[in-house]
C-alpha cells in the first residue's frame, strides 16, 4: 500500500506562483512514477505532469515552460513548482503514483485557485 499526502494548494492572482507538495509513504519502493493530475468540476481528470524514479519529465503541452516536477528521493516527496499562472489553472490537484503490475493510487487532491 502506499499512501499519498499533497500539500501546498491556496488562492493566487493570476501571474502569481505556487508549490504543490506529495509526500509518499508505505511501500514507496514499488513506485516507479509519480506525476500531477488535476481536475474542475465537470471534466475529465487531466495530466500535468510526470517523473520517473530516473528522473525523467513529462509536461503537459498546456503548462510547459510554466510548471517544473521535481522529486526529492531522500525526503519521498514530489514537488509541483508553479509559476504564471492563469485562470484556467483553476482545479483539484492530485498526486498519482504507479506501482508496476500492481494499481495507480491517487491523493485526497489541494484546491488550487487563481484569480484574474
Known amino acids: 500500500q502506499v499512501q499519498l499526502v499533497e500539500s501546498g494548494g491556496g488562492l493566487v492572482q493570476a501571474g502569481g506562483s505556487l508549490r504543490l507538495s506529495c509526500g509518499a509513504s508505505g511501500s514507496i519502493s514499488s513506485i516507479n512514477v509519480m506525476g500531477w493530475f488535476r481536475q474542475v468540476p465537470g471534466k475529465q481528470r487531466e495530466f500535468v505532469a510526470q517523473?520517473?524514479?530516473?528522473?525523467?519529465?513529462i509536461h503537459a503541452d498546456s503548462v510547459k515552460g510554466r510548471f517544473t516536477i521535481s522529486r526529492d528521493n531522500a525526503k519521498n516527496t514530489v514537488y509541483l513548482q508553479m509559476n504564471s499562472l492563469k485562470p484556467e489553472d483553476t482545479a483539484v490537484y492530485y498526486c498519482h503514483a504507479v506501482v508496476p503490475f500492481s494499481r495507480d493510487y491517487w491523493g485526497q487532491g489541494t484546491q488550487v485557485t487563481v484569480s484574474s
Open positions: 517523473i520517473s524514479n530516473g528522473g525523467s519529465t
